[in-house]
């Protein structure tokens, strides 16, 4: 059985998990949720697709979507709009990936220590700016009205809402997400087509497997890794800016509580493919609608405590990274600075 089929056999389980454990409503509850709860992971895994098929590792991912959460919180509740939020939440990102991408493609540090640098950088950043631009400890005021991304109700939801199957489906899950949750699912594929449709998307995997034969064509390796850095700034943007104007109503500290790491985990699963990767951070978001449904999850022998059922995404990054690593093969090329030959 190969990575995908794998992924869809786990995905199936949870799902069915789900329905086993709760009424009609209940389940249909938790898998919203899940949808919800993925879509910062799906982005900011995305994001990382792109930087790490461009030879660019982004262990920085978290510090950016922590950042864009903060500078979209903030902005929208000055202006009290949840566009220009959005519009903040990825100037902020882009910021710390022009710093990623000096560091590690212009000046060829350590891609990892960068990384490493932006997470402490952003983490600090927004508490010391928050408190002194809100004074509420790091957090901003909480967003209402426009400030915030609403439901959107679909076109013909409520007149199928009671027909069997499809109904709950189309009314229920796939009708009342936020405009930002299309946009992730509609990124997956976009992703695919440009990464393995256009000419583009080919000259940015050879130059994370081969640079030197791309620079031998006269194309220039700098750019494209800056492209993709920028890439990945904006989709992390978007994370951040969700988590805290359409997740969320605000900011408060440390509110990516480690989803850029897990998005990175589920890259690693995926195997750095588009479609895999919206497999695997469903399975994430599965896991933590779950654990918010049934905080004491009562098994009849034994009551699972809520600890242990908040822990479940971040036990599963652990499984994933300590049984996938090895047999994911990243780009040839990744986490190695470019030096031309001359």
């Known amino acids: 059985m190969n990575i995908r089929e794998s992924l869809i056999a786990i995905l ?39 930087s790490e098929r461009a030879g660019v590792f982004d262990i920085g991912l978290e510090g950016k979507m922590l950042m864009a959460a903060f500078t979209a919180a903030s902005v929208a509740y000055i ?69 915030r991304f609403g439901p959107i109700t679909l076109p013909g939801a409520e007149a199928l809402r009671d027909v069997p199957l499809l109904g ?66 904006v989709l992390c943007g978007i994370a951040g800016a969700y988590l805290a104007t359409g997740l969320s109503a605000g900011f408060v500290k440390e509110m990516t509580a480690g989803r850029g790491f897990i998005a990175l985990a589920a890259l690693i699963f995926a195997k750095w493919r588009p479609w895999q990767a919206l497999f695997a951070t469903f399975l994430f978001g599965l896991l933590e609608a779950i654990a918010n449904l049934y905080p004491n999850l009562d098994l009849g022998v034994v009551v699972v405590p809520s600890m242990f059922m908040n822990a479940l995404p971040y036990i599963l990054t652990v499984i994933i990274l300590a049984g996938f690593v090895g047999r994911a093969i990243p780009p040839r090329a990744g986490g ?7």
């Open 79 to 147: 202006t009290g709009s949840a566009w220009l939020g959005l519009a903040a939440g990825i100037g902020g990102s882009l910021a710390l990936s022009l710093i990623h991408g000096l560091a590690s493609i212009t000046f060829m540090g350590n891609q990892l220590i960068s990384g490493v640098a932006i997470n402490f950088l952003a983490s600090g950043l927004t508490v010391l700016i928050g408190q002194n631009a809100f004074g509420l400890g790091g957090r901003t005021p909480a967003l209402t009205g426009d400030g």
């Open 168 to 233: 709950p489906i189309y009314s229920g899950l796939i009708s009342g997400q936020t405009i930002l949750v299309y946009v992730a699912f509609a990124m997956v594929p976009i992703t695919w087509w440009v990464l393995y449709r256009t000419r583009f998307g080919l000259r940015l995997r050879a130059v994370g497997e081969n640079p030197a034969s791309v620079d031998t064509a006269g194309i220039s390796v700098t750019r494209l890794r800056y492209t993709a850095v920028a890439i990945a700034g």
């Open 336 to 342: 190695e600075p470019y030096v031309k030959e001359r």
């Open 12 to 50: 199936v389980l949870g799902i069915c998990v789900v329905w086993a454990l709760a009424d009609g409503a209940a389940a249909q509850q938790g898998i919203g949720s899940a949808l919800r709860l993925m879509t910062p992971l799906l982005l900011a895994c995305l994001a990382g697709l792109y």
